[in-house]
């Protein structure tokens, strides 16, 4: 693969992973500005690393992996800006100005917030639990075993509903 | 709410947002033409800067204690000694963090990266430990015969109420440098500012990783540790 087809078929992927990346970054990142860098360190760090993706895994596990070990590091930094390689003066990802508010819906607004409060891990595995991943999946990505994975989300799912029934 | 429920609110926010999320081709392609850095580098220079500097120092300070072992007076070449000692091992940490630059891999599982990531930035609290642990070297190494003998009380009391004071300080420092002690105000105070602030941060993950370990465990080895 030549430099121009392979910068090609990662924009593509990248495209492709757009939704993905912008969750994440705003799960982890609700400063719009440190929302903007970290989308852009994941997209460098993704790059970087293109060319070692492994078919052994899907798209989405290499994603999911790189862009939460972003988002979990990015999180701890001080001064981000400086942190950000090269940074760019306009984001990568960017909500249409015409869309009000993407946590407009009151449930959408409790599950953010939600979110927002677990701890960095806790955080990742509710994501991938809301994007449908399977046990499997999320074990690979994480790291742990799935019967860690069911144990654990079971635990956030009865905080969420509570969160949602005390209301 | 129910499970469902949850799912489907969380599919709505996803097409709302792939109806407004705009994403920057030309941007995005920008990137692909820079020399983008991996998720260290930037940290490899300064380590390997202090790990050069530190060999020779410690060269240094070795060469002056063979050369002068049998004419210096013993305070120096025991502070020199203890100095040295220490000095190698935080040379030794700086090595190890260099290794785990170099190991962590953000292709890997969140867990086994986020662990490295840690223990990198955890080491950095023991090499303070080490370093606070020498400063009662920097009060004993121009003692000497002569000024024992020949100095009045009250040099003697100064030096000595040092000295212990010190002495004290370091081993204290040495014990309690540690995350537990991570939310009393003598720590804010050492370690508090741009470079430490994340890596107490990093250390409030440990307890996370830890906690997700342990579950990890297959039900029998945790029954039989």
């Known amino acids: ?167 | 709410m129910e499970d469902t429920e949850i799912i489907n609110l969380w599919k709505s926010y996803d097409r709302k947002l792939e109806e407004s999320l705009l994403f920057n081709q030309k941007n995005a392609e920008e990137i692909t033409k820079l020399k983008v850095r991996s998720f260290l580098s930037s940290m490899k220079p300064m380590k390997i800067f202090i790990i050069l500097t530190g060999i020779v120092w410690v060269g240094f300070v070795d060469v002056l204690i063979v050369n002068l072992f049998t004419v210096a007076n013993p305070f120096f070449l025991v502070s020199a000694i203890i100095h040295v000692l220490l000095t190698k091992l935080a040379i030794g940490i700086y090595l190890y963090q260099l290794i785990l630059i170099y190991q962590v891999d953000i292709n890997e599982p969140i867990l086994a990266t986020q662990e490295k990531l840690i223990r990198l930035r955890s080491s950095t609290l023991w090499i303070s430990r080490l370093l606070f642990l020498q400063i009662p070297v920097w009060t004993t190494f121009y003692w000497s015969k002569n000024m024992l003998e020949n100095g009045n009380i009250w040099t003697h009391s100064f030096q000595f109420i040092v000295t212990a004071s010190f002495i004290y300080l370091a081993i204290w420092l040495f014990l309690n440098i540690k995350y537990e002690n991570k939310d009393k105000k003598w720590f804010h105070l050492l370690f508090n500012g741009i470079e430490w602030n994340p890596l107490i941060k990093s250390m409030e993950l440990l307890s996370q990783i830890d906690e997700y370990k342990i579950e990890n465990k297959p039900f029998n080895e945790i029954k039989g540790s």
């Open chain 1, 1 to 167: 693969m030549n430099s121009t087809e392979k910068s090609d078929s990662f924009l593509s992927v990248i495209a492709s992973s757009k939704g993905i990346i912008f969750k994440i970054a705003n799960s982890y990142c609700k400063n719009s500005e440190d929302r903007k860098d970290l989308v852009q360190e994941i997209v460098v760090q993704l790059w970087k690393s293109f060319e070692n993706y492994s078919d052994q895994y899907k798209y989405s596990t290499w994603i999911y992996r790189i862009a939460l070990n972003v988002a979990i590091s990015f999180y701890r930094k001080e001064n981000r800006r400086r942190q950000v390689s090269n940074p760019l003066s306009e984001g990568i990802l960017n909500l249409a100005e015409t869309t009000v508010a993407e946590e407009s819906d009151e449930n959408m607004l409790v599950l953010q917030q939600f979110i927002s409060s677990l701890k960095e891990l806790d955080k990742a595995l509710i994501l991938l639990y809301l994007e449908e991943k399977n046990y499997k999946e999320i074990a690979e990505i994480i790291g742990i075993t799935e019967t860690n994975v069911a144990t654990k989300i079971g635990r956030i799912k009865i905080q969420l509903k509570q969160k949602f029934s005390s209301r």
